[in-house]
């Protein structure tokens, strides 16, 4: 009965919460007894928060007893949720996945982070993320690499691998991740969960700079919980220099009605012509296909525009060597050390170039993009590498670009800001899962999650449990 409770829909868990069938407590310590036995698998989680979420609990409580209206309640009060250790937590150890930093508690939350608290969810603890969520896997040498609860020999991806692993194992509803270049919709496809990658501007980073490339986003078990979610942590701050235009319906609303028909864009051929897709992940799309035309809507092949992908890489490898905190550079994994002195042997010259590319791409894409509603790819090439194989891209830059390799189909979102979304397309023939990204219209959110939402209803996934769950 408990593990039932703990795949319980995060939107379901709130209803129970609030209708009194269960207490916020009871949730909390239900999650943090599963954390307490599965986590040493998995290593999703780098801090567990056990003090602070029972308090939070007890709060929860206060609350919900003096409401005269439920109405009035935060819409996820009691609800448990994570954060990536990426993300500035306020009296919660962040490490943002470096050595020097393993002590490291900061004295305020980040906006995102504020947002989560507002819509009542609980903080479970910290999910583990490579040094400053530079790769697709999350392995690093100063912590316990994650490990994927499909098979725990593999990665779960990154840079959010400890939030994928989590939601695919029960460690909670929803998980909070983000995504410069692919790091939701990896862990996502390779867990066999929902994640969204917003547009460019849609969720706030302060205090923090805004990126090009990186955004906050959900991972969810259904797209009703990551749109729910979505829906409260997005919006601009003060000062922000990118803002777009509120949604004109709440996206859970999105998740709870069908689209009309749409013309649908797809491919299983990457931007990177060289790199081989595995058949299981173009079986996924093919699959796929039958569901949409089954529901009506305009299918064409198409090739994608040439994109140079790899141009993406010096604003984020920029971004964090421009980081006045940064810890010393011999203290860094290979991987950031290859990074920072890729960005340091560049001219400012060379960083405005990239920033103008990103901007030529961005429009020359969206151009493109007029003729489509969506576009439906693999998410991934292929099956998640073992821990610690020579494909996790530990040695040097072309280490990395080979992994890059496993990520072909993500990126380019994150250089035109478009969002994208990885959509569970069951399991392969070694019973690990594969996905599909639908990508939307610019700041169109909207149509992707419909989309989703109507191929989960036509291909369910949210009964699909892990070995390790």
């Known amino acids: 009965m408990d593990q039932e409770l703990a795949f319980t829909s995060a939107l379901d868990q709130a209803d129970l919460v609030r209708r009194g069938e269960v207490s916020p407590t009871d949730l909390i310590e239900l999650h943090l007894e599963r954390i307490v036995r599965l986590n040493p698998q998995l290593d999703a989680y780098l801090t567990v928060a056990s003090d602070q979420a029972r308090e939070a609990a007890r709060q929860a409580e206060k609350m919900l007893a003096a409401a005269k209206d439920a109405k009035d309640l935060p819409p996820f009060l009691g609800v448990p949720i994570s954060i990536k250790d990426l993300n500035d937590t306020a009296g919660i150890r962040t490490t943002h996945g470096t050595a020097e930093w393993h002590d490291r508690v900061p004295d305020y939350d980040e906006e995102v982070v504020k947002r989560i608290k507002r819509a009542g ?72 969960v929902f994640g969204i990658k917003p547009s460019r501007g849609r969720v706030s980073s302060a205090p923090h700079p805004q990126s090009w490339n990186a955004t906050n986003g959900p991972i969810a078990r259904t797209v009703a919980d990551a749109a729910a979610l979505l829906d409260a942590i997005s919006g601009p701050a003060i000062g922000d220099v990118w803002q777009l235009a509120p949604p004109s319906q709440p996206y859970l609303s999105d998740a709870r009605r069908a689209p009309g028909r749409l013309r649908v864009a797809w491919t299983t051929t990457p931007v990177d012509r060289d790199t081989v897709v595995a058949p299981a992940w173009r079986d996924a799309v093919t699959s796929t296909l039958t569901l949409l035309e089954a529901q009506g809507h305009e299918l064409t092949e198409v090739e994608l525009p040439e994109l140079d992908v790899t141009t993406l890489a010096l604003v984020p490898a920029s971004g964090t060597a421009a980081r006045l905190d940064l810890p010393p550079t011999e203290t860094l994994d290979t991987p950031n050390q290859t990074l920072l002195a890729y960005a340091t042997g560049m001219t400012a010259k060379d960083l405005m170039i990239a920033e103008h590319e990103i901007q030529r791409v961005t429009r020359r894409f969206a151009e493109w993009f007029q003729s489509f509603d969506v576009l439906l790819t693999p998410t991934m090439t292929a099956a998640p590498p073992l821990v610690g194989e020579a494909a996790m891209g530990d040695e040097d830059f072309a280490g990395m670009l080979e992994l890059m390799k496993l990520v072909a189909f993500t990126p380019m979102a994150n250089m035109t800001g478009q969002p994208a979304v990885a959509v569970p397309a069951g399991l392969d023939g070694d019973g690990l899962p594969v996905s599909v990204q639908v990508v939307g219209q610019p700041n169109d959110e909207s149509t992707i999650i419909q989309v989703a939402a109507q191929l989960e209803a036509a291909r369910p996934w949210a009964h699909l449990r892990p070995p390790i769950s």
């Open 121 to 192: 969810f609980i903080i479970l603890g910290k999910t583990n993320t490579p040094e400053f969520g530079s790769r697709a896997v999350t392995h690093t040498p100063a912590y316990p690499p994650a490990r994927n609860p499909w098979d725990t020999t593999r990665t779960p991806g990154g840079s959010s691998g400890g939030a994928g692993a989590a939601v695919a194992a029960g460690l909670g509803p929803v998980a909070q991740g983000s995504d410069g270049g692919g790091s939701i919709r990896v862990p996502s496809a390779w867990c066999g």
